[in-house]
C-alpha cells in the first residue's frame, strides 16, 4: 500500500551507477552511465526525472533532498532463480543434484503443504532478498499451491514485482509431492487468474525439470502457456550430466535437453531456464533463436559440483542469448547478488576468461530486467520505470575500506570520462569481491525506503 509520502515527488541525491546498453556487445564508454553527483525525482513510486545535480537543482528546487554521499546508487538487483521453500536447507552437505534432491530438497518442500508454514518462510526469504539489495526475483514455490498463495501474498504486502508459480511435478518425486497433469493444469490455471498482473505480481509455468515430469503434463503446460502467452515459463535445464543422461532415456525420441522443452512449446521469449551447463551447439542455437533466457546460478553450480556455464558462449556476439544471474537458493549458497557476482568471476577465471564488474553488475541488474523481459519496468534509472534501488557502501567493512578506499573526491565530483570509468572499475570490482550484505546501505522499494 503506498503511502501518502510516495505520492508527492522525492529526490535522492547522490553519485548513481547504471547501464544503457549491455558492455558485453558494446563499449563502457556506450554502456555505463555514472553519474557523480546525480539527483533522481520520484513520483507515485516511478522515476520521474533523472540526471546531474547542476541540471535538476533548479526545477526540483521545492522537493526535499535525501543525500547519501560518499555512496553508490544501483538499481536494484534482479535474481532470475530461487527457490523460497529451500531457505531452510541452504547449504546441505555432501550431495550431488538427484542425491540432494531425494535427501534434502524433497523432504523440506513437503513441509510447504501447509499455508501458515510457507507464509513464515516467505516472509523470512523476502526479507532476507531486500537486506541483500535484490528487489526482484523469479521463485520457485512447491507443488502446492498454497505455496504460491503464501509467497504472493507476502510479496504483495510488500509492493514487489516478484514472479513465482506452483511447481508440476507428477513423477519420480515422492508421492507426498506429485500432483498429475490435470490437477497441475488446472491449479496452475487459477493461480494465473488470481495472481498474474495483481498488482506488481506475475506468473511462471513452473515445471520442475523434464525428470519429474510426464509428455501429458509437459503437454499441458504448453497449452496452458498458449492459453496465456504473457506468462512466464520457468524450469531447469541440463545442470548435471547424471540429469542430462536421465532426461535422454526418459525422453528417447528427443534430439536433445531443450527439444524435451521445445516438443511441448515451452521454449519462447519468456522462458528462463536455470543452469544450461552441458549444452550442445544446436541447444545454444536454438535458446538464441527463440530468445529464451539462461539464469547462470555459480554458487550453486560450485556447490553441488554441477559444472561451468559457459558465459562467454552464451553472450557471444553471433549467436547472443539473454543470460541473467540467480543465487539459485538453496543449491546455492547466498543470498547475496554480490557474492554471487564474486562466484561468477571464478567460473569465468576458471575458463580464462575475465568478467569485468561492469559486465558483471549489469547482468544483476539491465541484464536481469533483459532475461526477464521486464526491461520496460525495471533495470536502470531510466524515467518512467519503477523506483527499486540499493544504495552501496564500498567502505561496508574495515577490509572494504582499505581495498576501495572509499569513493575519491573525484569520483564523488567527477573527472575525465575515461579515466573515471577505469577507477570507478576498479572500485566497484573490490565491491563486487568483497561485498555482501553489509555493503547494502538502503533499499527502496517504489520510492518507499524499506530497509537501511
Ligand atoms: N533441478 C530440479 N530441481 C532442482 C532444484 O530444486 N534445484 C536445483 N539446483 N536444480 C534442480
Ligand atoms: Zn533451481
Same mark, same amino acid.
Given at each position: 500500500m503506498p503511502s501518502a509520502s510516495s505520492q508527492s515527488p522525492q529526490a535522492i541525491r547522490g553519485a548513481f551507477l547504471d547501464f544503457v546498453n549491455d558492455p558485453f556487445y558494446v563499449s563502457d564508454a556506450e554502456s555505463v552511465r555514472y553519474i557523480p553527483d546525480g539527483l533522481l525525482i520520484v513520483e507515485k513510486g516511478a522515476i520521474a526525472d533523472f540526471g546531474s545535480y547542476a541540471d535538476l537543482q533548479a526545477k526540483y528546487s521545492q522537493v526535499e533532498i535525501v543525500t547519501y554521499p560518499g555512496k553508490i546508487i544501483m538499481p536494484g538487483f534482479i535474481d532470475t532463480h530461487i527457490h523460497y521453500p529451500q531457505s531452510e536447507m541452504?547449504?546441505?552437505?555432501?550431495e550431488q543434484l538427484l542425491e540432494w534432491l531425494n535427501k534434502y530438497t524433497f523432504p523440506t518442500e513437503r513441509k510447504f503443504r501447509d499455508k501458515a508454514y510457507a507464509q513464515t518462510i516467505a516472509s523470512l526469504f523476502l526479507d532476507e532478498l531486500l537486506k541483500n539489495g535484490t528487489t526482484t526475483a523469479l521463485v520457485f514455490a512447491t507443488v502446492h499451491p498454497q505455496s504460491v498463495d503464501a509467497f504472493f501474498e507476502e510479496a504483495s504486502r510488500r509492493n514487489l514485482r516478484m514472479i513465482s508459480g506452483k511447481v508440476l511435478m507428477?513423477?519420480?518425486?515422492p508421492d507426498y509431492l506429485t500432483d498429475t497433469p490435470e490437477t497441475a493444469y488446472e491449479e496452475s490455471k487459477q493461480l494465473i487468474q488470481k495472481w498474474h498482473n495483481n498488482g506488481r505480481l506475475l506468473y511462471a509455468i513452473t515445471p520442475r525439470f523434464a525428470i519429474t515430469s510426464t509428455h501429458e503434463q509437459l503437454r499441458l503446460a504448453g497449452k496452458l502457456l498458449q492459453e496465456f502467452p504473457d506468462v512466464y515459463l520457468h524450469t531447469h535445464l541440463s545442470e548435471n550430466l547424471k540429469e542430462v543422461e536421465w532426461v535422454a532415456e526418459l525422453f528417447p525420441e528427443c534430439k536433445n535437453y531443450l527439444d524435451v522443452y521445445d516438443r511441448a512449446g515451452l521454449v519462447g521469449e519468456k522462458s528462463v531456464f536455470a543452469h544450461?551447463?552441458?549444452?550442445s551447439e544446436d541447444e545454444f542455437k536454438r535458446l538464441s533463436a527463440a530468445k529464451a533466457a539462461l539464469s547462470f546460478c555459480p554458487t550453486s553450480n560450485l556447490f553441488l559440483g554441477s559444472g561451468l556455464f559457459k558465459l562467454h558462449k552464451a553472450k557471444s556476439l553471433n549467436q547472443p542469448i539473454k543470460v541473467g544471474l540467480g543465487? *539459485?537458493? @538453496?543449491?546455492?549458497?547466498?543470498?547475496s547478488m554480490l557474492h554471487t557476482l564474486n562466484e561468477a568471476y571464478k567460473v569465468a577465471q576458471l575458463q580464462t576468461q575475465s568478467l569485468s564488474a561492469f559486465k558483471a553488475l549489469f547482468l544483476a541488474t539491465l541484464g536481469g530486467a533483459r532475461a526477464l523481459s521486464l526491461e520496460d519496468k525495471l533495470g536502470?534509472? *531510466?524515467? @518512467?520505470?519503477?523506483a527499486d534501488f540499493v544504495v552501496l557502501d564500498l567502505q561496508a567493512t574495515s577490509i572494504m575500506a582499505t581495498r576501495t578506499g572509499g569513493l575519491s573526491t573525484r569520483l564523488a565530483q567527477g573527472s575525465t570520462e575515461t579515466e573515471l570509468r577505469e577507477e570507478l572499475a576498479e572500485k566497484v570490482f573490490g565491491m563486487m569481491m568483497l561485498? *555482501?550484505?553489509?555493503?547494502?546501505?538502503a533499499v527502496y522499494i517504489a520510492g518507499e525506503l524499506v530497509h537501511r
Open positions: 541452504i547449504a546441505a552437505y555432501g507428477d513423477r519420480n518425486a544450461g551447463i552441458h549444452l543465487t *539459485d537458493v @538453496g543449491g546455492g549458497t547466498s543470498f536502470n534509472f *531510466d524515467p @518512467g520505470k519503477e561485498g *555482501d550484505d553489509r555493503a547494502i546501505h
